[in-house]
């Protein structure tokens, strides 16, 4: 079994910053892509950010310029950094592990359980 766990919500004014990290651990032969996703109340979840195995990324035009996504795969270990973080920027953030090769000829997808960001004054 994998379990992907995320830490460093918290309470940040506007124009602050705030670093996530997810960590995956458990049996897998290798982690794939991992994704950042956000729910904010009453909203769809939506992708905020990507990062592939080699490191190519991608992010949602409402944060690019401003959030940074990377990985660290000898700690199978994702990271969020947000800078200038605005009042609708406030949601949940999750972890998403993508394709995790888990068995030879099996690759499963796991979400991790949430962490609270809020912007505000």
């Known amino acids: 079994q994998v379990q992907v766990v995320e830490s460093g919500g918290g309470l940040v004014q506007p124009g602050g910053s705030l670093r996530l990290s997810c960590a995956a651990s458990?049996?897998?032969?290798?982690?794939?892509?991992m994704d950042w996703y956000r729910q904010a109340p009453g909203k769809d979840r939506e992708l905020v950010a990507g990062?592939?195995?080699?490191?190519?990324?991608n992010y949602a035009d409402s944060v690019k310029g401003r959030f940074t996504i990377s990985r660290d795969n000898a700690k199978n270990t994702v990271y969020l950094e947000m800078n200038s973080l605005k009042p609708e920027d406030t949601a949940v953030y999750y972890c998403?592990?993508?394709?995790?090769?888990?068995?030879?000829?099996?690759?499963?997808?796991?979400w991790g359980q949430g962490t609270q960001v809020t912007v505000s004054s």
């Open positions: 458990g049996r897998m032969l290798s982690l794939n892509a």
């Open positions: 998403y592990a993508r394709n995790v090769w888990v068995a030879p000829g099996t690759f499963r997808d796991y």
């Open positions: 990062i592939t195995s080699a490191g190519r990324t």
